[in-house]
Nanobody, 125 residues
Framework: QLDLVESGGGLVQAGDSLNLSCTTT?????????LGWFRQIPGKEREFVASISWTGAVTDYADNVKGRFIVSRDPAKNTMYLQMNNLKPEDAATYYC?????????????????WGQGTQVTVSS
């Protein structure tokens, strides 16, 4: 069981940057898990943002964030990050981190077993 928690959200202006973090709260390590970031706005389905393999060697991005967002992980700190640059109003959402252990790397929310509670990102124009 992984209890994930996100942090780093907030209110920023278009063009600004934010760095989200995800770690565990129950002392468990997710070093052997594939990890992902998703986002969701009310009334819409949860949307894939980025993923990173358990080794950290392979990353994947949704087309609408590629070139602006960077996903990374630090095993020593048991933390995953999402560096978000040049934020746009359409990036505003609740951002969730998630972990899976069976697929290796995936964009499907249904493949992820553990989820955080989310952190809110608001981008003003």
């Amino acid at each position: 069981q992984l209890d994930l928690v996100e942090s780093g959200g907030g209110l920023v202006q278009a063009g600004d940057s934010l760095n989200l973090s995800c770690t565990t709260t129950n002392g468990r390590t997710f070093v052997s898990y594939g990890l992902g970031w998703f986002r969701q706005i009310p009334g819409k389905e949860r949307e894939f943002v980025a993923s990173i393999s358990w080794t950290g060697a392979v990353t994947d991005y949704a087309d609408n964030v590629k070139g602006r967002f960077i996903v990374s992980r630090d095993p020593a700190k048991n933390t995953m990050y999402l560096q978000m640059n040049n934020l746009k109003p359409e990036d505003a959402a609740t951002y969730y981190c998630a972990a899976e252990r069976k697929v290796g790397q995936t964009r499907l929310a249904t493949d992820y077993v553990f989820w955080g509670q989310g952190t809110q990102v608001t981008v003003s124009s």
